[in-house]
């Protein structure tokens, strides 16, 4: 006997199941299908309602466990209303249309009726229409009459296509409950100049200044959106006092953007300027104190003008005072456009933290971002081959940068204090790097020089007291690095030395500010192959404490050691004929000194303000210059004295007298 039949596998909507029985007797299975169960679809929902120029569309899907399959149809466009009235216009050419004896929350405004166009909403056409939710306004229709939809409270949100020409008077006054809006202009005509919310029944009103404002107190309070869909212009204060609306969307077509044309805008937090806009007004956005972020297609007033930032915000701001017009809350500035970031252009903008260049931009002007402290990082494009003097100079919180290849040049003080700097990648185009151009980058640790680079400016690195490491990379044929020096090949000479450095045979002279400001240096040994040092060589190593020259130096340069307050021991060779104006100037550790007979001469300053200096030995006859002042007190005329000359000179601590032993 067969046991009952039993399913292996389920049926679904378009799948037959399997079922099987086996004989008790002889183990046998018999299998069979079951049939497929076919769809059982829901209710019709709309997805789309018709309008009177496009097909409506209803979806229904299976309501069976697991089946996602759903059928649609198409809704044939619609008549319109029942219930409008049309008005013959225009010669019996046109109609206009009105409410009629609708009733209907949703109204489609046909766009024929009896085979003629429908160009116009008449006056006071829906006046008062208090059910109205929805309207659909054809691309038929060109005009909208004064007073068409006003006291239409229930509408929440309206589309005026772009066929749109002329709006009338107080058109939208009293709908309360608006919240968005699209327009194919801002106004009342298309490409006019009149305020926005002259739709909605604003009028001017006198204020104490004698100048003529308008009164946007009749915009719904409820509307927050607006788009605009055309035009080739935003006028003069166009949305002045707007302060409730928090999006406007401003279209490809617009060119220009008048002046004050947001002013008091304060609860927009974000808005697009399109790259078709060619010129922004002053004050443009004045008072927009809730913007947060703000896209620009270029810095300033006009495409590769000439203004900075703040001139859209306050008219009367200037490069040095701009950060107190523009909005406390806005961080973000996105740029699309323009061929460079002129002067002057984001300098102390204090309270922005992002920037976007484009890459349009090929150069960025003196002081362009200098004391914008906000800055965090910023992405230098592709096109920029050039970055102006102190262009970055003061950006205190910029951690990390990357100098694509096309830059060829950095400017004087470009990065200047930029404290928070610890990474810098030059790229593989620079060849200059302007005079003091990283001074006072105390974070950076290390530094690749690209082969391309030719040009190393006067203290480029000053105040980099954190450097531990300098490579010249490979293929360089100006500079190399050795001992964490970098050296110029010509005439073999150090022009960057850092804390770590160790000076090679295969030197033979010291450059001028090779070690200026070099805080972090406590020793060096200078080798017997150095014949020259300098001018402030190793000026400001406050930490150096003790060094000895080699018989190979003959002079030492003006400035050499001034200001090595640490120094406490030096020896000066009998090679040494001349030491240079201030070349210890302020080696306040210095207590004795001697001057070998070699010397000849001693410029002013050389040992002035080394005020625990009180023994010095000069051991033969030289010229001083006619500065008096080479060394701390009457030292300088006691030498010259009839009775002075060679000698050891010594003074109490804190004496300006000295006496001849």
Known sequence: MPEAWSPTSAPSCVSEGVERKKCQRCEHFETQPIPELGHVFGEWVTTTLPTVTQDGEEIRTCQRNGCTELEKRILSPIDGTSGLAFTLINNNTAYSVARGTVTTAYVFIPATHNGLPVTAIRDNGFLNFTGLTNILIPDSVTSIGNNAFYGCSGLTSITIPDSVTSIGNMAFYNCSSLTSITIPFVGQTLNGSTHFGRIFGAVNELYIDDKVFLNPSSIPQSLRTVIITGGNSIGFKAFEGCGRLTSITIPASVK?????????CGGLTSITIPDSVTSIGKSAFRDCTGLTSITIPFVGQTLNGNNHFGFIFDEKSSNSSQNSSIPAS???????????????????CIGLTSITIPNSVTSIGNNAFSGYSGLTSITIPESVTSIGNYAFSSCASLTSITIPDSVTSIGNYAFSLCIGLTSFNFGNGVTSIGNYAFNGCRSLTSILIPASLTSIGESAFFGCIGLTSVIVANGNTVFRSEG???IQIDNKSIILGIKTSVILDSVTSIGGIAFYGCTGLTNITIPDNITSIGY?????????????LPESVTSIDFYTFRNCTSLTSITIPNSVTSIGGGAFFGCTGLTSITIPVSVTSINGEAFSNCTSLTSVTIQGSFELDSYSYIFPGDLSDKYLASDGGPGTYTRPSGSMIWTKQ
């Open 256 to 264: 220009s953007i008048g002046s004050d044309a947001f002013w008091r």
């Open 484 to 486: 964490n020096c970098v």
């Open 330 to 348: 806005l961080k973000t500035v996105i740029i699309t456009g323009g061929n460079n970031i002129n002067s002057n252009a984001l300098s102390d």
């Open 536 to 548: 402030s060589a190793f000026y400001g190593c406050s930490g150096l404490m003790s060094i000895i």
